[in-house]
Each structure stands twice: as structure tokens, then as C-alpha cells.
């Protein structure tokens, strides 16, 4: 089946930076969209970004200018580069990727990753 695999995320202090992957496995045709979201603690789950298959972006208003996601077709793949980071940027982040896959008949399917927390602290 699709499987979405999150890198670890970090303790990073104020202004700085970290970047996290994405990998999607499985017997997979296409993916249209790859993206990130986030969770704080008694918040509900954002969309901080995204990506089509042709490469264009949409970011959160929070993240504009910090924040910059990028794709690597070949490895099935998607980045989110954190920089300038704030406290108010911790988090769960969520990777999410729609997916035409032979585990769902070849239909688009909305599948997530387990999530990675990214602490932003000084």
C-alpha cells in the first residue's frame, strides 16, 4: 500500500532553519498534489503548503517569504525549508500527497504521512 514517511524533526531555536522530506513508496501512477501541514497543540490541523505536478506553489500567510517547498519527481519526493523560524511555528508537521495509486484501483486517493514535531525554542 502508499505509504507516506516524514524525516525526524528537531529542536531549533528562534531564526533558524531546518528542512524536512517526504517520501511516498508503493505502487504508485502519479501524485497531482504534495504538501505540508501543521498542528499546535488545541489548534485545528492548516495547510502551510503545497505543490502540483507542474510545480506551482501555495503557501500559508504565516510562512510567505520563510517557508519554501519544493518536489522531486523521480524520487517521489516533497521538501518543506523552514527558515527564519518562530516559536509560533511549533508543531506537528503533516505530509500529504494525492495519489493515483493500484492499492486504491488507480483512483486519486488523499493519503497522510504519521506526522513529525518540529519545536521551535530557545
Known amino acids: 500500500q502508499v505509504q507516506l514517511v516524514e524525516s525526524v524533526g528537531d529542536l531549533v531555536q528562534p531564526g533558524g532553519s531546518l528542512r524536512l522530506s517526504c517520501v511516498v513508496s508503493?505502487?504508485?501512477?502519479?501524485?497531482?498534489?504534495m504538501g505540508w501541514y501543521r498542528q499546535a497543540p488545541g489548534k485545528e490541523r492548516e495547510l502551510v503548503a503545497s505543490i502540483t505536478n507542474g510545480g506551482a506553489t501555495n503557501y500559508a500567510d504565516s510562512v510567505k517569504g520563510r517557508f519554501t517547498i519544493s518536489r522531486d519527481h523521480a524520487k517521489n519526493t516533497v521538501y518543506l525549508r523552514m527558515n527564519s523560524l518562530k516559536p509560533e511555528d511549533t508543531a506537528v508537521y503533516y505530509c500529504?500527497?494525492?495519489?493515483?495509486?493500484?492499492?486504491?484501483?488507480?483512483?486519486?486517493?488523499?493519503?497522510w504521512g504519521l506526522g513529525t514535531q518540529v519545536t521551535v525554542s530557545s
Open positions: 508503493g505502487v504508485i501512477f502519479s501524485i497531482e498534489v
Open positions: 500529504n500527497a494525492a495519489v493515483r495509486s493500484l492499492a486504491y484501483g488507480w483512483d486519486t486517493k488523499n493519503c
